[in-house]
């Protein structure tokens, strides 16, 4: 089959990106020692405590939240319309001018038109578009994806304590 100019560009460029890939990954390499670095010793902590393995002494993990399940919003239900999509007016006394009829300028009301009395409307909601549910940001992890937990092996100080 033959190949579209598009398809053929698109190749070139792929096969730049790998050549300059390439590059860079052999310039990194000269640039490594040959010796293998010193082992770093970390100083002994007192009494019968170690580092703890689980979060590498910091105190803290770092998880994926599991709230948001890796979208970083939530999905709640919208407020204005109590989840139900559309936005209700019940008939009655128009809240617009009062159930006067006349707006405070001396114009007639175009909610009621005159008439002191509202009529029963629905419509979709504006704030969820007919939906019922809106898209919030995370509260775990602000929209982040990950979180910050204490450690539950060490209890947070970083320092794990064998129980006796």
């Excluded at 709640?76 to 001018?97: D, F, H």
């Excluded at 940001?137 to 910050?148: I, M, V």
């Amino acid at each position: 089959m033959a190949k579209t100019p598009a398809q053929i560009e698109k190749q070139k460029r792929e096969a730049e990106k790998r050549k300059k890939r390439d590059k860079a990954i052999l310039k990194i390499a000269r640039e490594m020692p040959d010796d293998p670095a010193e082992e770093v010793v970390t100083p002994p902590i007192p009494g019968n405590g170690v580092k703890c393995l689980r979060c590498e002494g910091t105190g803290h993990l770092i998880l994926d939240c599991d709230i948001c399940k890796g979208q970083g919003k939530m999905v709640v239900r919208c407020r204005k319309c109590a989840g139900k999509g559309t936005y209700t007016q019940l008939a009655g006394p128009c809240s617009r001018c009062a159930a006067t009829g006349v707006l405070e300028d001396g114009t007639q009301c175009p909610r009621c038109k005159g008439r002191k009395l509202q009529l029963e409307f629905s419509s979709p909601c504006f704030k969820c578009s007919g939906t019922g549910t809106t898209k919030v940001a995370c509260k775990r992890c602000g929209g982040s994806l990950r979180y910050k937990s204490p450690c539950g092996n060490c209890g947070g100080t970083g320092i794990y304590q064998p129980k006796p």
